[in-house]
């Protein structure tokens, strides 16, 4: 019965979320439709590993999401941001980790990004994962690939942001000739006026149908925000908020997808000196 | 009076440019232009998408790199000068020029606002290629002057492809020669007054020095031209092209049809120019001459004697066997012993005259040449091949014209081949204010109409059995924010290749283009076009729909002011009979640096592509190395990644090297046939080297 149902998500991995044992999902982006790699208020280096390049306070986040709300499916992850002195740039770490027991995925990473004048960052992440499933085929395996993201702010308005996960694409088992997927993500978000955003991100996964994501985001106040958004191809509905208090970030998440079910998620971000702050924005 | 009027002008002109205009134009008579290299970037992918076949595209980045070393004084340049400039149209020449003739010499380069028709865009556009400068050019014939500003240099290159195609392997009866492609060309040039020199070619798969290539490479051309000798204003000797009229009869240089510019249809025939180019195909071979017979009138003489490849078939007649030829090769590749046998099996002769009136506003040409081959042409028995071209000889006139009244631009050519009715092109351009243009275009090529060297505007590679209506609009919405877009509506009156009756088909392409300042772009197209098919899972073969929607989001912008950032995604869906709709995707981040004054320089591109099959391709241009092209079609799932490097390591002295690597993720081979490689990855290395004397 345990085996059987080890198979049926690790085909459920395997084959709708290839990826996401690589590359977190943070609340924070599911609220506002996955949408966020031109979005700089934020500090997920899986997102986007230029947008930590903004961050001016030692930071440190926790996020947990669970993938239609099941534990085998969750995502769990640890961050620490810790900026250069004048702007010379932000080293980051993180520790994810994917799964259950039978079929898990333990990642570390470590980031660095730096902002280019005042318009434009850019971010790199080493990062090293250790596979495991009991799967005969792929059993236990080690990899070290590399991130690559960038941002750039071309008026007040308007912020483009890139984003490439695994150009190297280690090979995940020699027998079946797997490797770990190139993913593509490019995007662009829109600030309407100081409470309103919109964000759109097309991604790219390989050997899957390319999806597109539109997020909205508005301010109600210096502490509340709001978000929802859509994801296409799959068709999932998400909606999120945020909340601001002295030194802390908090969020939640919710999605709706019509085949597989509802994901939650929530995160708490928390700045060591002072309240996070994100220049992008003010 | 003209004097003040200047004054005001220039002032007016000052007034009209915002500050940020004012620096960018500034930086950009020093700095490259993003928007003309975006241009022309997207004028080859369009090319290749229809041509299908590697080409040579190095004249059209010569004549830009001439005049970026040296640009194109705006007040002494005549008609003849901004035509070979080849960036602006007949209406905004003529602006120009009037605009000099009342009110003298331009003070400056703003002054161009003042002028009709030139708008930012366009002046971004020559900005790297012009100059203004109120003394007389110093290109004169003079050997002390030759001696002092000539220059020359010596080009090589080498292309290597790893792992090996099947076809190299031994005993496999393949590939005859060894697997790397070099290239070598020498050039001598003074000013645009003289230019002389070689080109020399080895393809992948043929053989040097030995085998069938005794002589060395494989394809060698030579050429020697010269330019306002004596009461000559045109002289070739070796291999040349010629482009006259709208190209029905005559056009063997780069021809680019529908593009995103979409108002820009007209062709604007710059006559005899040297062939510097390693195509082996479309360029003639012999001397050619032009002649200013008076003010108005210009006479052109032209001869060509060459050998070009044919697939050929020996008939049976009563009394003798008989050779003939079914058509010519292009592809100029000999690497096997069938094309080693094809190899200039067929001796083609032309000669021809061309007569000129250029007025104020007015252009009339005449055309004729006489073509014959050394043995008879005869098409296959297929029924779409009934109305080619049959025989040894072929005598083509033509005659083109093209009229401005205020902005309207009317242009056309009538060519006759001696058989049936004539072909026709008839067009015009209208710029009816800043905000608004339109092109139209008509075009009726019968099906028994052959041009051999014929180019124009048209949907087939080929001037041939073909009626259509071509719209083209230009709205800008501010200086900032234009959208481009043409319809093109054709009908084929009889069979084609793979389409087994009458057809028709649309084309349609609009594309919203903002560029915020001269070294961005962004860019949002739609294309769709539809054409027939014969439906091969059907016994009858009935040609059925072929639709394919592209959607494309490009940009490209600077980062700093070395760093260019360029995005791309694109997705194509394709629907084809009653099988159910195919998708193609690409995605690619280039990372591009260029540095006023390093000596270094590089592109990185990453792309990711995921094609349902080969139908669904897209095609994206590559940065490549000096006078290399690369467009490759993406298909399949996979990766690919290009590094291309280029030092400068002395004045004269310059080194490119570029290395391509492809993975498909989705399979454990590539290519077929000689071309298999048994490997899911394969890399390309080129290596260049550059000296000039």
């Not at chain 2, 490479?217 to 031209?225: A, I, P």
């Not at chain 2, 280029?646 to 492809?662: G, P």
């Given at each position: 019965m345990k085996i059987r149902f080890v198979s049926i998500i690790f085909v459920l991995i395997v084959s709708l979320h290839a990826w996401s044992q690589f590359i977190n999902a943070y609340p924070q982006i599911s609220g506002q439709g996955g949408a966020g790699v031109a979005d700089l208020s934020h500090a997920y280096i899986d997102v986007n590993p230029a947008v930590v390049a903004w961050i001016e306070e030692p930071t440190i986040h926790t996020n947990y999401f669970a993938r239609f709300l099941l534990t085998e499916l969750s995502d769990e992850n640890i961050t620490f941001i810790y900026p250069l002195k004048d702007k010379q740039g932000t080293f980051s770490g993180e520790l994810l980790y994917t799964g259950f027991s039978a079929l898990h995925t333990i990642g570390t990473k470590i980031n660095f990004a730096k902002q280019f004048g005042e318009k434009f960052s850019l971010g790199l992440n080493f990062d090293y994962f250790q596979l495991a499933t009991d799967q005969e085929y792929y059993g236990r395996k080690n990899s070290f690939t590399f991130e690559a993201g960038a941002q750039y702010k071309l008026n007040e308005k308007l912020i483009l942001g890139?984003?490439?996960?695994?150009?190297?694409?280690?090979?995940?088992?020699?027998?079946?000739?797997?490797?770990?997927?190139?993913?593509?993500?490019?995007?662009?978000?829109?600030?309407?006026?100081?409470?309103?955003v919109m964000l759109a991100d097309i991604k790219k996964i390989q050997k899957q149908e390319p999806t597109g994501h539109v997020g909205f985001r508005y301010s109600f106040s210096s502490k509340v925000q709001l978000q929802t958004g859509t994801s296409l191809n799959p068709f999932g509905i998400h909606a999120g908020s945020i909340f601001t208090l002295p030194k802390l970030h908090l969020s939640w998440s919710i999605q709706y997808q019509p085949i597989l079910g509802f994901s939650s998620g929530i995160g708490i971000m928390y700045a060591l000196n002072r309240q996070p702050k994100n220049s992008s924005y003010e | 009076m003209n004097k003040h009027v200047k004054f005001i002008i220039f002032l007016f002109s000052f007034s009209i440019l915002n500050s940020q205009v004012v620096t960018d134009t500034v930086k950009s008579i020093q700095g490259d232009s993003l928007l003309q290299e975006?241009?022309?970037?997207?004028?080859?992918?369009?090319?290749?998408?229809?041509?299908?076949?590697?080409?040579?595209?190095?004249?059209?980045?010569?004549?830009?790199?001439?005049?970026?070393?040296?640009?194109?004084?705006?007040?002494?340049?005549?008609?003849?000068?901004?035509?070979?400039?080849?960036?602006?149209?007949?209406?905004?020449?003529?602006?120009?020029?009037?605009?000099?003739?009342?009110?003298?010499?331009?003070?400056?380069?703003?002054?161009?606002?003042?002028?009709?028709?030139?708008?930012?865009?366009?002046?971004?556009?020559?900005?790297?290629?012009?100059?203004?400068?109120?003394?007389?050019?110093?290109?004169?014939?003079?050997?002390?002057?030759?001696?002092?500003?000539?220059?020359?240099?010596?080009?090589?290159?080498?292309?290597?492809t790893f792992p090996l195609a099947e076809g190299y392997k031994k005993d496999s009866g393949g590939y005859l020669g060894s697997p790397y492609k070099l290239y070598v060309r020498y050039n001598f040039s003074y000013f645009n007054l003289l230019s002389f020199g070689f080109t020399a070619e080895k393809d992948q798969g043929e053989e040097f020095f030995k085998g069938s290539q005794?002589?060395?490479?494989?394809?060698?051309?030579?050429?020697?031209?010269?330019?306002?000798?004596?009461?000559?204003?045109?002289?070739?000797?070796?291999?040349?092209?010629?482009?006259?009229?709208?190209?029905?009869?005559?056009?063997?240089?780069?021809?680019?049809?529908?593009?995103?510019?979409?108002?820009?249809i007209k062709k604007s025939g710059r006559g005899i120019l040297p062939y510097r180019s390693a195509n082996e195909f479309n360029f003639l071979r012999g001397a050619a001459v032009q002649l200013k017979l008076t003010k108005y009138f210009y006479l052109y003489g032209f001869t060509s004697m060459r050998a070009k490849d044919g697939s050929?078939?020996?008939?049976?007649?009563?009394?003798?066997?008989?050779?003939?030829?079914?058509?010519?090769?292009?592809?100029?590749?000999?690497?096997?012993?069938?094309?080693?046998?094809?190899?200039?099996n067929v001796k083609e002769n032309l000669i021809g005259s061309r007569i000129q009136l250029n007025l104020n506003r007015l252009q009339v040409g005449y055309t004729s040449y006489l073509l014959h081959f050394n043995v008879p042409v005869v098409p296959s028995s297929d029924l779409y091949q009934q109305f080619y071209f049959s025989g040894k000889q072929q005598w083509i006139n033509s005659i083109d014209y093209s009229f401005l009244y205020r902005n309207m631009n009317f242009f056309g050519e009538v060519a006759y081949d001696g058989d049936g009715l004539p072909a026709q092109i008839h067009g015009l351009m209208y710029a009816a204010n800043y905000h608004y243009s339109l092109a139209l275009l008509y075009r009726d090529f019968p099906r028994d109409f052959t041009s051999f060297f014929g180019s124009p505007l048209s949907e087939g590679s080929k001037p041939i059995n073909e009626r259509a209506l071509y719209m083209g609009h230009e709205i800008k919405f501010s200086k900032q924010w234009w959208l481009s877009s043409y319809i093109d509506l054709f009908h084929f009156p009889w069979l084609r290749y793979q389409v087994d009756a009458p057809s028709d088909g649309v084309e349609f392409l609009s594309q919203l283009n903002y560029a915020p300042n001269k070294r961005s772009q962004f860019y949002f197209r739609y294309k769709y076009e539809s054409k027939k098919n014969n439906f091969s899972e059907t016994y009858a073969k009935i040609p059925l729909d072929n639709r394919k929607q592209t959607f494309r989001i490009h940009a490209a912008y600077p980062i700093s002011d070395a760093f260019v950032f360029k995005t791309r995604v694109e997705i194509l869906l394709h629907k084809y009979a009653t099988e159910s709709t195919k998708m193609g995707f690409l995605a690619y981040q280039d990372v591009v640096f260029r540095k006023k004054n390093s000596p270094l320089n590089f592109t990185l591109r990453l792309a990711t592509f995921d094609t349902y099959s080969y139908d669904e391709r897209i095609y994206a241009y590559e940065n490549d190395v000096l006078y290399s092209y690369s467009i490759p079609a993406y298909y399949y799932k996979g990766s690919r990644t290009y590094f291309l490097v280029?030092?400068?390591?002395?004045?004269?002295?310059?080194?490119?090297?570029?290395?391509?690597?492809?993975l498909y993720v989705d399979r454990t081979t590539m290519g077929s046939g000689l071309d298999l490689i048994n490997n899911p990855a394969k890399t390309e290395v080129k290596f260049q080297i550059r000296y000039t004397f």
């Open positions: 890139t984003y490439l996960f695994n150009p190297i694409q280690p090979k995940l088992s020699v027998i079946v000739n797997e490797r770990i997927p190139f993913v593509f993500v490019t995007g662009a978000a829109y600030r309407f006026n100081d409470n309103f | 975006e241009n022309i970037e997207n004028k080859i992918e369009q090319f290749t998408e229809k041509a299908e076949q590697e080409v040579d595209f190095s004249e059209l980045t010569q004549n830009l790199e001439y005049y970026s070393r040296h640009p194109l004084n705006l007040n002494t340049a005549t008609y003849e000068d901004l035509v070979k400039l080849g960036l602006l149209n007949d209406i905004q020449i003529r602006n120009l020029l009037t605009h000099r003739q009342k009110y003298g010499k331009l003070i400056s380069i703003y002054e161009l606002q003042a002028i009709d028709g030139f708008d930012l865009q366009t002046i971004y556009r020559i900005l790297p290629y012009v100059k203004i400068a109120s003394e007389e050019s110093k290109t004169s014939w003079s050997l002390r002057n030759v001696k002092k500003y000539s220059k020359s240099f010596v080009l090589t290159r080498f292309t290597h005794k002589q060395g490479f494989d394809f060698y051309s030579y050429h020697f031209y010269m330019r306002n000798v004596g009461p000559f204003l045109a002289v070739a000797l070796g291999d040349y092209t010629l482009e006259f009229g709208q190209g029905l009869a005559m056009w063997t240089g780069l021809s680019f049809g529908k593009t995103s510019d979409a108002i820009y050929g078939i020996t008939t049976d007649s009563i009394n003798q066997e008989e050779y003939t030829i079914s058509s010519l090769n292009e592809s100029g590749l000999h690497n096997t012993t069938t094309s080693v046998e094809r190899k200039n280029k030092y400068r390591a002395r004045k004269n002295l310059e080194y490119w090297f570029r290395i391509a690597h492809t």
